[in-house]
């Protein structure tokens, strides 16, 4: 180890020159590894390890104690879980060690990545609190041909929307939230525009609000191995 980089063979997704100052550096394959932390007046400061990969996630192990129970958290998950009480700015709040001394993340190299993810839509859309962000969906019945709404903000509701569009049959009845059938009323077309984009209420698809594929909507079980497929409904 040399200059307090640790090296494994693989990609090197940083020059030596950006990362020479940082303090607790790892190289690994698709990501590299560096001590982070963040303070609260109150707790004091809590400390982990954020990877940072080429498709510019970002993932951080908390080490806060030494019986910590947190596992990977996103950076805004990690802002909350230290206790920040100016939480909802993780680029200001989380920290890494360069020169000796704390440096913001938005300061440093190694938000390169992410904000080029966010800015061409590659990878998972992030709302600005560093959460994934799915809007609502619809999806037309077989029998009826009315579209009925899929709110798709938890693992559990993507996963009933992702299952409908498996479903050549799906009809109003297998909906998920209430019971319905097909003669109940079609949501107003003046309601259908609102589907819960963080950026704009009115938004009609963004990279903002429409995901590429993460965890909460792709499915091992499931033989597509693929996020969510809007196509089928959008041809219906």
């Known amino acids: 180890m040399a200059n307090g980089v640790e090296r494994e063979v693989g990609l090197s997704i940083f020059s030596d020159a950006e990362l020479s100052e940082m303090s607790g550096i790892k190289r690994s394959g698709d ?71 704390k440096v913001p993340l938005y300061k440093t190299v190694l938000l390169k990545y992410y904000n080029q993810s966010s800015k061409t839509g590659n990878g998972s859309s992030r709302s600005q609190n560093g959460r994934v962000v799915h809007r609502d969906e619809f999806f037309r019945c077989s029998r009826c041909s009315k579209e009925r709404r899929f709110r798709l903000r938890l693992k559990e509701e993507c996963r009933a929307y992702h299952d409908a569009l498996a479903d050549m049959d799906w009809k109003c009845s297998d909906w998920p939230y209430d019971k319905i059938t097909c003669d109940d009323d079609e949501e107003r077309a003046s309601r259908k525009v609102y589907r819960g984009c963080t950026r704009s209420p009115t938004c009609k698809g963004c990279t903002s609000c429409v995901c590429f594929g993460c965890e909460t909507c792709r499915f091992s079980d499931c033989s597509c191995q693929t996020c969510i497929d809007f196509t089928r409904n959008a041809k219906a």
């Open 31 to 101: 990501h590299i590894e560096v001590t982070c932390g963040c303070t609260s007046h109150r707790y004091g400061d809590a400390v982990g390890r954020l990877r940072v990969f080429l498709n510019g996630d970002l993932e951080i192990t908390c080490e806060c104690t030494p019986g910590c129970q947190e596992g990977k958290l996103t950076p805004a998950a990690f802002e909350k879980h230290s206790g920040r009480e100016t939480a909802r700015k993780w680029k200001n709040n989380v920290w890494v060690i360069v020169n000796g001394e």
